[in-house]
Structures are given as structure tokens and as C-alpha cells.
């Protein structure tokens, strides 16, 4: 796919998940452009999506696939009952995106 806008981001579907049960999301995928990607999540009692719930990490653009890692535990809003994700994959438009897999471990 390719980036769009000033803030491009894909919504997950919605799910059902233990937030204690998951240190970390890894998503594996390659980026053209861009710095930094982050994770937003929603919970059942903070249905919104908002700053308060959300982890940046660093990216490398060059295209070439690797495993980003968000450390989502050390966050203090990671509790509970999780009900969404929403992945901004880069922090420009115009890049290149491939995204092989999202897994919680």
C-alpha cells in the first residue's frame, strides 16, 4: 500500500483481548520512508482512541522487511480488556508499505 496524508494509519478489526497476556506487539513490515510508526489501542473501559493510549518506536525506510517491536506492557493505559489496534506504519505520505504479519506476544 501506499502512505496517505500527514498521519496515515490502518484500523484494526474489532477484538477481545487480555492485555496482562501480551508484553508486546511485533509487526513485521517494510517501509520506503519515515522515521517512526506507532500503536494505538482502545479498551473497553477507554473506548476512544486517543494520545493517552498509543507507543512510538523508531522505523528504518529503506523498504527492507524487519520486526518493529511496541513494547505496549511498559505502558501504564495497557490494562485490561484491549478492543482495537490502529497502526500509523510511517510518519510520511507517499511511502511504500508491506505488511506481513501482526502478532501479540
Given at each position: ?14 477484538l477481545i483481548a487480555d ?87
Open positions: 500500500m501506499t502512505s496517505l496524508g500527514a498521519d496515515p494509519y490502518l484500523g484494526g478489526p474489532p492485555a496482562a497476556r501480551y508484553r508486546e506487539i511485533v509487526v513485521r513490515m517494510a517501509v520506503s520512508a519515515g522515521t517512526g510508526a506507532q500503536l494505538y489501542w482502545t479498551t473497553k473501559d477507554s473506548p476512544a482512541t486517543a494520545e493517552d493510549k498509543v507507543v512510538n518506536i523508531a522505523i528504518v525506510g529503506d523498504g527492507q522487511m524487519r520486526d518493529y517491536a511496541f513494547p505496549v506492557a511498559t505502558h501504564p493505559n495497557w490494562k485490561g480488556t484491549i478492543t482495537r489496534i490502529r497502526l500509523d506504519p510511517t510518519n510520511v505520505s507517499g511511502a511504500q508499505i508491506r505488511i506481513e504479519s501482526i502478532l501479540g506476544r
